[in-house]
Nanobody, 120 residues
Framework: QVQLVESGGGLVQAGGSLRLSCAAS????????MGWFRRAPGKEREFVAA???????YYSDSVKGRFTVSRDNAKNTVSLQMNSLKPEDTAVYYC??????????????WGQGTQVTVSS
């Protein structure tokens, strides 16, 4: 049974930082790319960042240069360091296993998400 548990969200002022973590189980973690997506109020869930099995990273244009994704295969965790946060980063953030052929596509496993709220 695949489980994804996100943590680390919260309320932060614009310009601040947060670090999200995701603990994964139920699949061979090191075999899969991992990704972060987010859903803002009234919007569709969108891709934020991904990291391949070999730790090559990918980012959406909106977060490039501000967010950093990393993984720890020994601990089955993936993290998202978010710096220079903006109010438009406010959303529920989800981690997921992603497709090896297209790391920006989820395999369909989702956790409960963690809320990030950035005040202006």
């Amino acid at each position: 049974q695949v489980q994804l548990v996100e943590s680390g969200g919260g309320l932060v002022q614009a310009g601040g930082s947060l670090r999200l973590s995701c603990a994964a189980s139920g699949r061979t973690f090191s075999n899969d790319p991992m990704g972060w997506f987010r859903r803002a109020p009234g919007k569709e869930r969108e891709f934020v960042a991904a990291i391949s099995r070999s730790s090559i990273t990918y980012y959406s244009d909106s977060v490039k240069g501000r967010f950093t994704v990393s993984r720890d295969n020994a601990k089955n965790t993936v993290s998202l360091q978010m710096n220079s946060l903006k109010p438009e980063d406010t959303a529920v953030y989800y981690c997921t296993f992603t497709n090896s052929l297209n790391v920006k596509v989820s395999l369909g496993y989702w956790g409960q998400g963690t809320q990030v709220t950035v005040s202006s």
